[in-house]
Structure formats: structure tokens, C-alpha cells
């Protein structure tokens, strides 16, 4: 028998399946390992001990919340109706008197698609991410996010202030055979916006490298800062999508960073001091980043891109730097299990970072002297102050014309 206690002086009986650990047989009842002490008769066991099913185990709780009410709410989120839905939406959120309520409900994929566009249209509204007379640049790699966001203002342009909107998409060196640029093209077609391929070259005249970056990405894979390429590919993709909205005289940049993006982002930010500036707007040099899809989660733009489209989106095969580092990894793992714990944390940690952006001292922003990209700066960096990450590391292994 395996026997849970609470400090309430509730007592549980814990059925264990053939193999389990005491880590699995609590966390499938909810109950955090770190939580409890588990002994078999008089002795300790560990999370990773395997449960003898002919052995008597008492597990009692050492911590002092009232781990009933929370257990009761999380099954009250893995219930409901959804067993035979295409989707379980769930959320649960604090009442100002410090109660748990819970959401639950399965929906159809068409109320999932309704329900993405209303999070989006309620995004944009709250936060003033579209204004009257803007002029938006939305970077549209063709994958699922940033087609869905494209999707998504077409469906609430009527909604909206009114606002210019053109489409860009950064040089792939293997754009020739991918589909999702062909895709990017097509839909910005079909929907009527402007599409432009904006051209690696771009790239090389913004840093002045000696090289293409096509080839600079691989060389530094080969170097001591291989987990920064991935970053360093990010950066150079915002500075160039930056500059073509200077030269097109857009004034917004749109990207279709979805709720586990975010998360990923705030938890490293929590873990290691590193600043980063508001959600879902951030102004960084002379144009201002919006996050449309803030408090949309992955699972839903999918979803929606199959609902309004009538496929399912394709992912093409990462490249040696999109996988690294693995911390990052990490974080974007640990965002995806914590919506699964607290669905709708999104909600909370969001606006709860930007109260805290404005009760600290105000943050301080850099230019570039190399390729002009607006930076935040980092208190403890040893980065030169003039100079960004990326082009740090350009010039450290001496892709930079001096």
C-alpha cells in the first residue's frame, strides 16, 4: 500500500502501476516530489526507488500549503467535456481574493480559430500595438507563426485602425528550395499585402563582413562561440528586417513570437539577470517591435493555420545552429511544461514584467558603432559598450573589413 499524507490530516491511498517510481506515482496525483518525504516502514526512500507492490509506503507531505485545493483544481482542468474535441482549452487564474478558478472546455477547430483572432484583436487593442496611420513591416519567414499572424490581420483588418502593411522575408541561401518561402509568396499574394524578399547581401553590408553570412554562420559553428551563432543569426535577421523598414519608411515591426517565445525569453531573463525590454511592444531604435501573438500558444496557431488554410503546417529540417544551445533549449521546454501546469501564467507574467520595467531604474539603450542596431545594455556585460554581441564576436574571429 501507498499512502498519502497531507498536514490536514487527510490520508489517501496512491495506486501504483508495475514499475513505477515514486517521482511517476506522484506526479500522476499532482503532487510535487520535492514536496513530500517517502519512507518504506521506518526507512527513506528516493524520488527514483521503484515501488514494491507488496510493501507498505507512507508519504507525507512537508510542505505547508493546502496541496487539497490544488490538486482539486488541476483535475477540475483535465476535465470537462474535451476527451472528444480537437482542442482543451484551459486556464487558470487567481481571483482578487486569492481563490483558484479554473476554465476548462473542449472546442471545435473553428472556435479555436475564432478564439485566435479575438486573443489577437484583444492584444492589439490593450496594448495599442496597431495605431491610426501606421505603417507595419511583418517579418514572414513562411513558417506557422508568422503565416497565421498574416492570416489573422487580413481576418481583423475591418476591426482595426486603419494601417499600411507590407511583408518581408529575409534571403534564405537555400530559398530556391524551400517551401516555405514559396508559401510566404503565395499567401502574401492571395491576401493582397506587398511581399519583398529583403536580400542577404543586406546582411553583409550592415556588418561589413568580409564574406556573405552564409558563409560566416557555418566558420563560426567551428569556433569557440558555436552556442552563440544561433543568437548571432537572430540579431543580424532583425537588424536587416530594421533597416528595410527605415528605407520603406515603416514604423512598426511585426513578428509572430508566439506565448512559449515569450516564456522562453522571461525565464532567462529570471535566471540570469539579462534585461529585456516590454511585451507585447518594445521600441528599439527608430521602430517599435510588436508581439501580436503574446497570448497565443503554439498548439493554437497550429490549429488555426489548419482551420483557415486547410493544411497543416510543414517544418523544415534545423540547421546545425538552430538547435544550440541546448540552454535555450531548455527554457523553451520549461515554458511548455509550465502552461501545462498553470495554463494562462502568460496572463499574469507578462504585464507583471512590464510593472516591474517601470518601478526599476530606467533601461538604458546603446547604439552600434558597426552596424547601428539599437542594443540593450547590460550592466555586468564585458562587451564594449559600443559595440553590439554580434559584431564582438564578427570581428573576434575577423570577419569584419577594418
Known sequence: MFEFRDRLGHRETLRPMPGDRVETLLLRHNIPPASVLTQRGEQPVSDAHVIDPDADYVCALIEGYDIGAIRGALDQLAGGDAADS??????????????LDVESAGMDIEEVADMVEAKILDTCREYNLIREGDAVVLGLSGGVDSSSLLLAFDALRPYLPKFRMATATFEDED???SETLQHAIDLANRLGFDHQIVPLSIAQE???????????????????????????????????????AERNNLNRIAWGLHTTDLLAGLLNSFATGYHIGNLPVRPIGRVDYIYPLCFVPKRELHLYHFQRTGRLARHAFPNDWEIHPKDRNFYYYLADRLQAIWPGLETMLVPAHNWRIKRQPALTYEQCENCGSTVLHQPWSSVKSDECDACTVFRKHGFIEE
Not at 86 to 95: D, E, N
Not at 217 to 242: C, F, G, Q, W
Open 86 to 99: 480537437a482542442y482543451a482549452f484551459r486556464r487558470l487564474t487567481f481571483s482578487e481574493t486569492g481563490t
Open 175 to 177: 530559398q530556391k528550395h
Open 206 to 244: 550592415i556588418f561589413h563582413l568580409k564574406v556573405p553570412l552564409r558563409d560566416v554562420m557555418p566558420a563560426l559553428m567551428k569556433t569557440s562561440d558555436s552556442h552563440n551563432v544561433m543568437y548571432i543569426e537572430h540579431h543580424a535577421t532583425r537588424r536587416a528586417l530594421e533597416v528595410f
